[in-house]
């Protein structure tokens, strides 16, 4: 079964807050069986889009997705099974937008998933085969909340807090709000806690450098040290927790192409150099 991942770049004018856009084929028959697939845990919100005849489930449950659903950031892997031929679109948002396009509270949707399927995303649904139809349909979704350009300035400032301190308490003093209120607030922009949101990101930047160093002169531990993490022994078990899988098994998987690892191409793709400005994938 074949896996083709294609990265979109998100409208010119939502690239403050639409982190990428990911176009997935899955080529087969039904025959041939579903395909296995990993969500990492993660800081971001995200639109998925599913054409006929294709359909995914979740792993455990096997209960059948929508069409059309939003889910929140997810602080453990979630596994689905997709069956071909799948086409399908994910455009990874930044959290605060869950509320002005979706009326959903980002701290409700940790964890959680939300069926969109309605009428009024019948441009998003077409723009699956019709990718030139889908900057409209979100620029559409924009014109909703007028106010999220305020939240994502003041979410880019709490994060900007937390990536230069080590502890929360010092991130408030840095955002000058009390340890409360600044909990508060991050979790209300970017649904995560910031011990969370700072826990995911560690994650992408290790995956990024096991990414980008050729797998002969790659060295865990010295990636483990530089990404945050006290050793390599500390790495493991965090990948093991976020993704399900060890830090050797992922890279393997990522530098053969293996199918079903769609969902970690937006963290590849994204600069350590941007993501504490631009990001919350």
């Not at 209960?63 to 994910?90: I, K």
């Not at 980002?106 to 030139?132: F, G, I, Y």
Request: some cysteine; aromatic content about 6%; overall charge neutral.
């Amino acid at each position: 079964m074949n896996e083709r991942v294609t990265l979109l770049p998100a409208p010119a004018s939502l690239q403050a807050h639409v982190v990428c856009i990911v176009r997935r084929e899955v080529q087969g028959d039904e025959q041939a069986g579903a395909l296995p697939g990993t969500v990492p845990a993660n800081a971001y919100a995200c639109l998925n889009l599913v054409a006929r005849p294709g359909h995914v489930r979740l792993d455990e449950s096997r209960e059948l997705l929508p069409r059309a659903f939003v889910t929140g950031p997810f602080t453990a892997p979630l596994r689905t099974q997709a069956q071909a031929p799948l086409r399908s679109l994910s455009v990874v948002l930044q959290p605060w937008l869950l509320s002005h396009w979706f009326g959903l509270a980002p701290a409700r949707m940790v964890n959680a998933l939300q069926d969109l399927e309605d009428a009024a995303l019948t441009d998003l649904l077409a723009s699956v085969d019709q990718p030139e139809r889908l900057a409209p349909a979100l620029l559409a979704l924009a014109t909703r909340g007028e106010r999220f350009e305020k939240e994502a300035a003041e979410a880019r400032r709490l994060i900007g807090a937390v990536s230069q301190c080590t502890t929360v308490s010092e991130a408030a003093a840095m955002a000058r709000l009390s340890e409360r209120h600044f909990m508060r607030k991050f979790e209300v922009l970017l649904g995560l806690n910031p011990v969370a949101w700072r826990r995911v990101k560690r994650f992408e930047s290790a995956l990024e450098q096991m990414a980008n160093e050729p797998a002969s002169k790659a060295q865990l531990g010295h990636i483990a040290l530089d990404s945050g993490y006290s050793d390599q022994a500390h790495m493991t078990r965090e990948f093991r927790a976020i993704t399900g899988c060890t830090p050797s098994a992922l890279r393997l998987g990522l530098s053969a192409d293996a199918p079903g690892l769609w969902a970690f191409k937006p963290a590849l793709h994204t600069p350590r150099a941007s993501t504490a400005q631009a990001d919350c994938p």
